[in-house]
């Protein structure tokens, strides 16, 4: 079942403008959560732009797998 996931996902970069868009703003999301991870102290901003990213991480998320649960 993972592997046809993945070749759905795949399927999906290629061919689907949306769902790459998602997928590649989930990647900066990701990297932009890293870089706070990294960190010893958030300040408060920090803290709070950081839990808007995750926020909108999810998201994003949530619209990808709607998307491939509609072309399973």
């Known amino acids: 079942m993972s592997q046809n996931n ?3 996902k795949k ?4 061919e689907n403008p949306e769902f790459r868009a998602l ?5 900066d999301f ?7 991870n990294r960190k010893p102290y958030l300040t408060p901003a920090e803290e709070i732009d950081r839990k808007n990213i995750q926020k ?4 994003g998320k949530d619209k ?4 491939l649960k ?3």
């Open 6 to 8: 993945d070749d759905l």
């Open 11 to 14: 399927k999906l970069m290629e």
């Open 23 to 27: 997928a590649e703003e989930h990647e």
């Open 30 to 36: 990701e990297r932009r959560l890293e870089e706070f």
């Open 56 to 59: 909108q991480k999810l998201k």
């Open 64 to 67: 990808m797998e709607r998307i």
């Open 70 to 72: 509609k072309h399973r």
